[in-house]
């Protein structure tokens, strides 16, 4: 059992930085896959980037390479998504995901553990 709280959200400007950052209870966290959906008013659920339980390999949505980042740390249990040069289009509710398997998975049906959400609103 994984429990996943997000948070960094907030406003920021286009061409601004942010850093989310998702906090896991569990003693099994360093065994999970972790990934990070997006979700805009109107639109499905998508994804965005997801990294492999050891750090060695990670994975981004287009939208996502080049301009965001994630990384974890298993001492600490987190899982973080920087995000530079930030677009109107990336505002959405950012969602922290887990799953045991592969880190390979962009449906968002494969991930058995969800965070509540964390606001990101970029302006123009």
């Known amino acids: 059992q994984v429990q996943l709280v997000e948070s960094g959200g907030g406003l920021v400007q286009a061409g601004g930085s942010l850093r989310l950052s998702c906090a896991a209870s569990g003693r099994t966290f360093s065994s999970y896959a972790m990934a990070w959906f997006r979700q805009s008013p109107g639109k499905a659920r998508e994804f965005v980037a997801s990294?492999?339980?050891?750090?060695?390999?990670?994975y981004y949505a287009d939208s996502a390479k080049g301009r965001f980042t994630i990384s974890r740390d298993n001492a600490k249990n987190t899982v973080d998504l920087q995000m530079n040069s930030l677009k109107p289009e990336d505002t959405a509710v950012y969602y922290c995901a887990a799953r045991s398997g592969s880190y390979y998975q962009t449906g968002g049906g494969s991930y058995n553990y969800w965070g509540q959400g964390t606001r990101v609103t970029v302006s123009s």
């Open positions: 990294i492999s339980w050891s750090s060695g390999s990670t």
